[in-house]
C-alpha cells in the first residue's frame, strides 16, 4: 500500500475549460475528504464521502463542482468551466472512519490561466 | 473570526530551541489534529488528540478541552523541522482547519 494518490500533479488549464482530478485512497479507508489550499493558507473543506455516499458538501462547492466516489473506492472532482479563482491546490486525504488519522495525497495544483 | 485560530502565524528559531505553537478554536470538537506541511504540498498527520496529551519522539502535543486549547512543543528543535504546522479540528464530521504556523529553524 503506497499510501493516498492523486493525480494529475499539476493541471494547467485555459479559463472555461473543464478539468478532473483523481484521488485513490488508502484501500481499506472508508472516508475519502477533498480539500481546496489556496497559497498561505489552510486547506479549506469541499466535501467528504463516506464508502460511496457524498454525505456533506462546503458552500464553497458551487454547481460547477462536482464529485464522485462511484465504487466506495477512487474519487474523481471535476470543475466545470473554470475560472481563474478556481486555481489552488486541491488535496485529497483518507481515513478509516471519521475521528481517525487522516492521511493526505500529494494534491493536483490547478492553474486557471 | 476564524473558528481556528494559530499563534504565532510566522516563527524563526535557532537549532535547539524549544517551540511552542498554540491553537485556539471556538466551536464543539470531537478531536484535533496536528499536521505537517512541508513545501511542494505534502501533508503529514503529527497527531491526533481527544483530551490529555501525547509524545512521538521531540514532539509533543496538548489539548485543553475546557479552554478550547491546543499546542504543540518541539523540543529540541533541528532544521528539518522547518515546514508548516496545521491545527484543524473536526466540527461534526468536516475538518475547520487554521491557517498555520511558518516555522524556520536555522542552523
Known amino acids: 500500500d503506497t499510501g493516498v494518490s492523486q493525480d494529475p500533479r499539476h493541471k494547467i488549464t485555459k479559463r472555461g475549460q473543464n478539468v478532473t482530478f483523481r484521488c485513490d485512497p488508502i484501500?481499506?479507508?472508508?472516508?475519502l475528504y477533498w480539500y481546496r489550499q489556496t497559497l498561505g493558507q489552510g486547506p479549506e473543506f469541499l466535501t467528504y464521502?463516506?464508502?460511496?455516499?457524498?454525505?456533506?458538501k462546503s458552500r464553497l462547492l458551487s454547481d460547477r463542482f462536482s464529485a464522485e466516489r462511484p465504487k466506495g473506492s477512487f474519487s474523481t472532482l471535476e470543475i466545470q468551466r473554470t475560472e481563474q479563482g478556481d486555481s489552488a491546490m486541491y488535496l485529497c486525504?483518507?481515513?478509516?472512519?471519521?475521528?481517525?488519522?487522516?492521511?493526505f495525497g500529494s494534491g493536483t495544483q490547478l492553474s486557471v490561466l | 473570526k476564524n473558528e481556528v485560530e494559530q499563534s504565532p502565524q510566522n516563527l524563526t528559531a535557532q537549532e535547539g530551541e524549544f517551540i511552542t505553537i498554540n491553537c485556539s478554536y471556538s466551536v464543539g470538537i470531537s478531536a484535533l489534529h496536528w499536521l505537517q506541511q512541508h513545501p511542494g504540498g505534502g501533508i503529514v498527520s503529527l497527531f491526533m488528540?481527544?483530551?490529555g496529551k501525547k509524545k512521538h519522539g521531540r514532539l509533543i502535543a496538548t489539548i485543553n478541552i475546557q479552554e478550547k486549547h491546543s499546542s504543540l512543543h518541539i523540543t529540541a528543535s533541528h532544521p528539518r523541522d522547518s515546514a508548516v504546522y496545521i491545527c484543524a479540528v473536526h466540527d461534526t464530521d468536516k475538518l475547520i482547519f487554521g491557517t498555520g504556523t511558518r516555522l524556520q529553524v536555522f542552523p
Open positions: 484501500s481499506e479507508h472508508n472516508r
Open positions: 486525504a483518507s481515513s478509516l472512519g471519521g475521528n481517525e488519522k487522516l492521511f
Open positions: 488528540l481527544s483530551s
Open positions: 464521502f463516506q464508502n460511496e455516499a457524498q454525505l456533506e
